[in-house]
């Protein structure tokens, strides 16, 4: 079943910060990616955390605690092109069988807007 | 430019149609999957090859059959979709791991958009 809760939709303002909320279930956690999708192109990679703390990358900066089961993508700078969905996706490693499970969560629609 | 390519682009089929998704990567890598995205839904995982081989199937109907005759290339057969089948159909690939199992970033193709009538 769907483990990854993430906004649906958020709008923002030319120039502003924006902050994209992901939790997940912490049972298994082996990582957390977010990928930008743009409407009827394919996902790009963004960021990857595994340990807790802030990774930044330019405008966009990650945040992980593994404690709380909680991930942000942080947006700076908004741009008219930074509309997009926002994917959160978790690593879990399974259990039984060995190996691990990727699973995406619905996305979060962004849009900027002057 | 990602680095994996997909064709077609867009497929219109019939429900009694054969058809095959192809994608290609150019980054030397050794793990490819296929993905499903349907409107509004997750992305759904589908098949995952590492290292050629099969390692991940998640109760993906039979009228789905993947091939993965070399590290570069996968294809995606199918046959007698249903139009609940029509969605957007990713590749992507990533470095792999000889232990199998999903722990590198992913690098996505183009797309095929599938339209089952």
């Known amino acids: 079943g769907q483990n990854i809760d993430q906004p649906t939709e958020m709008t923002a303002t030319e120039g502003a910060i924006v902050q994209i909320n992901c939790t997940y279930q912490?049972?298994?956690?082996?990582?957390l990616f977010w990928y930008q999708q743009h409407a009827g192109e394919a996902p790009t990679f963004l960021s990857y955390n595994v340990l807790d703390g802030l990774e930044e990358k330019g405008r966009f900066s990650s945040f992980l605690s593994r404690s709380k089961g909680y991930s942000y993508l942080l947006l700076k700078e908004l741009q008219m092109k930074d509309s997009a969905s926002y994917l959160c996706l978790q690593l879990e490693g399974l259990l039984t069988g060995g190996g691990n499970k990727l699973t995406f969560g619905t996305g979060t629609q962004l849009k900027v807007e002057l | 430019e990602t680095g994996v390519t997909q064709t077609p682009r867009h497929l219109v089929m019939g429900m009694t149609n054969k058809k095959s998704l192809k994608c290609e990567q150019h980054l030397g890598h050794n793990a490819m999957y296929w993905y499903k995205q349907s409107a509004k839904k997750p992305l759904e995982l589908m098949f995952v090859?590492?290292?050629?081989?099969?390692?991940e199937n998640n109760s993906v109907p039979s009228r789905f059959s993947p091939e993965c005759p070399n590290s570069s290339h996968l294809f995606l057969h199918l046959h007698t979709l249903q139009p609940e089948d029509s969605a957007l159909y990713l590749c992507?690939?990533?470095?792999?791991?000889?232990?199998?199992?999903?722990?590198?970033?992913?690098?996505f193709g183009p797309g095929t958009r599938l339209t089952v009538l």
């Open positions: 912490t049972s298994g956690f082996n990582g």
């Open positions: 992507a690939s990533s470095q792999g791991t000889s232990g199998g199992g999903i722990t590198d970033t992913q690098y």
């Open positions: 090859y590492n290292f050629k081989e099969q390692t």
